[in-house]
């Protein structure tokens, strides 16, 4: 019996290899209030028929809930992947206070890459944001991914 204990990336790393097999996008979401777990997720774009349907944004909605508000100040997201414009944008109206995120994104990614929506003067909420954490796992989950789907 082992006494380990994931960490919150590891868990979204095991949520992120779920979707994978499930034939999603391999990211996956953690939000934490705390050493309290408020919410978890993986993409379910295509079991849910919804574009909107990223880790990030279930994570969020299911945090939420949780807490029973609008605002997650005080809370922590931790995902696999840079997160896009539309879950950036979530991120910034949910008040979340820091983001740490895995493999960064040149194609969609809105944090470090792109849009770099935190570092615009219209941006009313920036979190803090640590990248690069669990970065080798979930960009070798992403090319293992994609590179399936082309065979």
């Known amino acids: 019996m082992s006494n380990t204990v994931q960490t919150p990336m590891e868990l979204a790393l095991s949520l992120a290899e779920e979707a994978a ?50 605002r997650l100040d005080g809370c922590d997201l931790y995902v696999t992947l ?16 820091r983001l740490y995120f895995g493999a960064g994104d040149t194609k969609a990614g809105a944090v470090e890459n792109g849009v770099r929506l935190f570092d615009q003067p219209t941006c009313h909420h920036a979190p803090e944001v640590l990248s690069g954490i669990g970065e080798q796992r979930a960009t070798a989950l992403l090319q293992q991914f994609f590179k399936s789907l082309r065979r």
């Open 21 to 70: 097999a499930n034939g999603e996008a391999p990211v996956g979401a953690v939000i934490m209030e705390g050493e309290r777990l408020l919410a978890s997720a993986r993409n379910q774009m295509r079991a849910l028929n919804d574009p909107t349907a990223h880790a990030e944004m279930l994570a969020i909605r299911q945090a939420l809930a949780t807490r029973g508000t609008g």
């Open 82 to 97: 840079e997160p896009c414009a539309m879950c950036a944008g979530a991120i910034a109206h949910t008040r979340l206070r």
